[in-house]
Structures are given as C-alpha cells and as structure tokens.
C-alpha cells in the first residue's frame, strides 16, 4: 500500500538555524508530492508542491524541497527559521486513483526565540 | 484568496448522538474530501466526492458516516450515532488543479 513516511516527529531549532525534515514516498509512478503546513489554530496550507521537472522547488515563505527519485524522498528545507515558523509540517502523496491524500505522520517543529 | 470553510470549529457531543459537520467548499471545485485527525495520530483520509457521489471511501467510512452535498455549496458528514473514538480534528479539504485546499477544521470531542 502506499505510505509515507516522516521520520522526525518533534524538531526543536534556535531561530537563524537550518531545517531539514525527512519526508519518504513509497509509490513507483507518476509522482506528485507535497508539504503543508499548520500553525496552531489554523487550516492546513500548501507550502510546496512537485509535479515534473525542476527536482528543487521553492515555495513560500523561504522554504524549498528537493525530490531525489532514486531516494524516494523529498524533503524540506529552510536555511534560516524564525520563531514564526513554530508549526506542524506535513508531507503528503496522492493517491492516484481519487486523488485523496495518503500523508505523513507529521513533524512539530518548534523555534525557539 | 479563495478557502475552504468549516463550521463549527468545536462540537462537543454526547456519545451516540448524531453529528453533523459542514463544510463550503471551494465555489469552482468538483472533487471533495473528509480528512481526520485523532490527537497525536496522522492526518486519514475519510471519503471523497465527485459528482454528487462517494467516489472512494476508507475502512474507517462505516455506516455510521454519511456525506452529502444539499444545497451545491455546502459539503456535509453526518456522523449518526457518535463513539467516544470519534473524537478527532475532522478536515474538508476541495481540489482544484490538482492542489487540495484545506479548511481549519472541526474538533470533535465526544464525551
């Protein structure tokens, strides 16, 4: 079945340090894949998306992705966090039948001021 | 920008009550979902929504969960007879151009 797979589950970061959070696919097709975010009492929202091409992308707020295929991953990164950033960070596959997202377990990050 | 609405925002309930959530979707998105979320468990997926129909649904989806469409604009889950492991953060979610947009969410709490 298809899953993926979050391997940090609480990050704790001083402001200005580096993020990465794991993010591992395990479907072999065409591959579409996401990360959202939410902060506390809001909805989730798309921080970045990969369809085709480019294998880094940028999204908002200073935080990109890189998928490597041949690693099956496609993780998330920022070079410098802010207090700001304090969020839950999901990373989600869709299904390619309905479309319905299969998502990650999910990764707290923390920023300490 | 355009985004998914969800009311309430908290229901508490008492265990075997029907529940209904509602959430407006969207105006020019076709494809629906219901996520859920038990506290400190993954983001699930529930049921999606195509042309008035269910078009998937999970094991979770049993026949105490129903969905519907009423009025066009509204997207509704009716939980019937509510159980205590029902309680979880209940998202609606519309997509368009292969993105999924995301309400805030419904924490149910059944007690």
């Known amino acids: 079945a298809q899953s993926v797979s979050q391997h940090n589950h609480h990050v704790i970061l001083s402001e200005a340090a580096s993020l990465e959070l794991g993010c591992n696919y395990s479907?072999?097709?065409?591959?579409?894949l996401f990360w959202y975010v939410q902060y506390p009492g809001q909805h989730l929202q798309l921080l970045l998306k990969?369809?085709?091409?480019?294998?880094l992308v940028k999204g908002i707020k200073g935080f990109e992705a890189e998928f490597i295929k041949s690693k099956f991953s496609f993780n998330l990164r920022k070079p410098s966090v802010q207090w700001s950033d304090t969020a839950e960070y999901f990373c989600?596959?869709?299904?390619?039948?309905?479309?319905?997202?299969?998502f990650g377990t999910g990764t707290r990050l923390k920023v300490l001021a | 920008e355009p985004e998914v609405t969800q009311t309430p925002s908290h229901q508490v309930t008492q265990m075997g009550q029907e529940v209904i959530l509602r959430c407006v979707p969207i105006?020019?998105?076709?494809?629906f979902y219901w996520y859920r979320q038990i506290l400190g468990q993954k983001v699930e997926f529930l049921v999606s929504?195509?042309?008035?129909?269910?078009?998937?649904k999970s094991e979770i989806f049993d026949d105490q969960f129903s969905v519907e469409r009423p009025d066009g604009s509204n997207f509704t889950l009716k939980i019937r007879s509510t159980k205590l492991e029902d309680s979880a953060m209940y998202f609606c979610?519309?997509?368009?151009?292969?993105?999924?947009?995301f309400g805030a969410g419904t924490r149910l709490s059944v007690l």
């Open positions: 990969y369809f085709s091409g480019d294998p």
């Open positions: 479907y072999g097709g065409t591959v579409n």
């Open positions: 929504f195509y042309n008035n129909e269910i078009s998937e």
């Open positions: 989600a596959d869709p299904d390619s039948g309905t479309y319905k997202y299969i």
């Open positions: 105006s020019n998105h076709l494809y």
């Open positions: 979610a519309s997509r368009g151009k292969n993105i999924q947009y």
